[in-house]
């Protein structure tokens, strides 16, 4: 039977996640952090000590890397990589980094592609990422494509880590993700681009919940 995709792309800081997950809940569907599988092998070739710049080694790791999405015992979502909680390492700016960079590597992107596919069973599946609508799940029947101005992005982020007790600087945030942009949006594969059938919605000023209900609203259209 077919099972309908909700795919939600966007630059990092576009509330993405947040919106996903929410929606994903509010639909009973399952959820697809696409970030986060990036992420993983990222962290996973750090742990292992890998070169950045040897693509062999890394689409290796991306083959061997194992990762498991769970719940703890409190309900909170959890990243397990090669049987490790890797959660909160997962979320640093350096894993976002390392992400980056070997997302840039079409064989990595090419080892991952059926991974982040089999998440597509039935009632259906909120996919977060880049290339979400345009790449991986082409066929799907919403899609949605989220921005917020970098100004805006970068204070959400500031709020985000301030909040852990984390130091940094707005400016060096906003640094950060204007140079993250750049390369998402310049690389040869896959690069950050909004699916033709997609609908923009920009939460800049937009609370949470009224990205929610809009992002709803597109799906029972
Ligand atoms: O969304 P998140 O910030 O977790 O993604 C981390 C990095 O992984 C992004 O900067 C991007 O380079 C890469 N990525 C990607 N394709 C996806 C999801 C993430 O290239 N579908």
């Known amino acids: 039977p077919f099972v309908p995709v909700l795919t939600?792309?966007?630059?990092?800081?576009?509330?993405?996640g947040t919106v996903s997950r929410l929606v994903a809940a509010r639909l009973g569907w399952h959820y697809l952090d696409s970030g986060a599988l990036y992420r993983a092998v990222g962290v996973a070739a750090g742990w292992a000590d890998l070169d950045l710049?040897?693509?062999s080694a890394l689409v290796r790791c991306a083959f061997d890397t194992q990762v498991e999405f769970r719940e703890n015992g409190a309900g909170e979502p959890r990243v397990l990589i090669n049987g490790l909680d890797a959660t909160d390492e997962l979320?640093?700016?350096?894993?976002?980094?390392a992400a980056s960079a070997i997302a840039a590597i079409p064989e990595v992107r090419a080892a991952l592609k059926d991974r982040q596919r089999a998440f597509r069973r039935p009632p259906g599946?909120?996919?977060?990422?880049?290339?979400m609508g345009t790449v991986i799940f082409p066929d799907a029947p919403h899609k949605v494509?989220?921005?917020a101005s970098a100004e805006e992005r970068a204070e959400r982020r500031y709020k985000q880590l301030k909040d852990k007790g984390v130091s940094v600087t707005l400016d060096s945030l906003l640094r950060e993700i204007l140079a993250r942009d750049a390369r998402d949006a310049q690389r040869a594969v896959a690069p950050l681009r909004p699916a033709e059938d997609a609908v923009h919605i920009d939460t800049t000023?937009?609370?949470?919940?009224?990205?929610v209900e809009r992002v709803l609203q597109w799906v029972r259209r």
Request: charged residues 30%; aromatic residues 2%; glycine residues 20%.
């Open 205 to 211: 000023g937009l609370g949470i919940d009224e990205v």
């Open 145 to 147: 494509f989220l921005t």
């Open 53 to 55: 710049a040897d693509p």
């Open 125 to 131: 599946l909120v996919a977060d990422g880049r290339d």
């Open 8 to 16: 939600i792309d966007g630059p990092s800081g576009s509330g993405k």
């Open 91 to 97: 979320r640093t700016e350096t894993a976002g980094a």
